[in-house]
């Protein structure tokens, strides 16, 4: 779902002729397999250091957070402290691409912001982040995990979105790539504007079971409530975006 979010930005070196369950395998494969065992791998050392509490892990991560754990699970010292520096570039290079998406998000707001080059919209964008992290250092990275945690839910909509758009609105007309930048030949998106605000309203904050916050139906699941949001997003928006998209196309014809 995260990768729908992103794959116009990336993802458009495949020749037009490209089969379709070609690039559906690839990018299944490819996010499913490295993200699955990291997933895996990480739950197993969390449960090692927190859960049971094996000293070495628990005062590892207690101490020196997520960096100390992955250095004392590693071995011998010397390959931990350059895994270390390795995944430090990693994550580097992973806020680089973001930082780009940024700026071409923030493009396309309009023609006024296409003067400002994109270099500069992603400079400002890093100078933010940058500030924001040397001056919460200590308690940022929980801060903002909680807080995204409460914003996921919006990546199945906009899926769905995507998966409805294409397979079934353009399923026979397709696209008209000439008109990207032609906002009279374009939908008015209001229909997935719409459908994606009510996934997330009533199905995602309603359904979710978060640090800060537990939303009602969650809060019929056990102790802790159970965490339906993305569930119920997906229904919701399954079934708004493909009646709110017909109004949309018979009142506009786009």
């Known amino acids: 779902m995260d990768g729908a979010s992103i794959a116009a930005d990336y993802y458009c070196n495949y020749p037009a002729t490209t089969k379709s369950r070609t690039v559906f395998a690839?990018?299944?494969?490819?996010?499913?397999?490295?993200?699955?065992?990291?997933?895996?791998?990480?739950?197993?050392?969390?449960?090692?250091?927190?859960?049971?509490?094996?000293?070495?892990?628990?005062?590892?991560?207690?101490?020196?957070?997520?960096?100390?754990?992955?250095?004392?699970i590693y071995h011998p010292i010397g390959w931990s402290k350059f895994a270390l520096?390795?995944?430090?570039?990693?994550?580097?290079?992973?806020?680089?691409?973001?930082?780009?998406?940024?700026?071409?998000?923030?493009?396309?707001?309009g023609h006024w912001f296409h003067a400002v080059p994109r270099f500069i919209w992603s400079?400002?964008?890093?100078?933010?982040?940058?500030?924001?992290?040397?001056?919460?250092?200590?308690?940022?990275?929980?801060i903002v995990s909680n807080f995204v945690s409460l914003l996921g839910y919006w990546t199945i909509s906009f899926t769905l979105i995507l998966l409805i758009e294409d397979k079934w609105f353009r399923r026979f007309e397709g696209y008209n790539l000439s008109a990207w930048n032609q906002p009279s030949k374009l939908p008015w998106g209001a229909a997935a504007v719409t459908a994606l605000l009510t996934g997330y309203l009533a199905g995602g904050v309603t359904g979710m079971a978060q640090t800060w916050y537990v939303g009602p139906i969650a809060a019929k699941f056990g102790t802790y409530g159970g965490d339906v949001g993305i569930y119920l997003s997906a229904v919701f928006t399954a079934v708004m975006y493909p009646l709110l998209r017909t109004l949309e196309k018979r009142m506009t014809g786009r």
């Open 26 to 72: 690839l990018t299944l494969w490819g996010l499913t397999i490295p993200t699955t065992f990291a997933t895996v791998i990480g739950a197993c050392i969390g449960n090692a250091a927190l859960s049971v509490a094996y000293p070495p892990y628990y005062d590892a991560y207690e101490n020196h957070g997520l960096g100390g754990l992955i250095r004392e």
């Open 123 to 142: 400079f400002l964008v890093a100078l933010v982040v940058a500030i924001l992290a040397i001056a919460g250092k200590d308690h940022l990275s929980t």
């Open 85 to 109: 520096v390795i995944l430090m570039f990693s994550v580097m290079g992973n806020n680089i691409a973001i930082n780009y998406s940024c700026g071409l998000s923030l493009q396309l707001l």
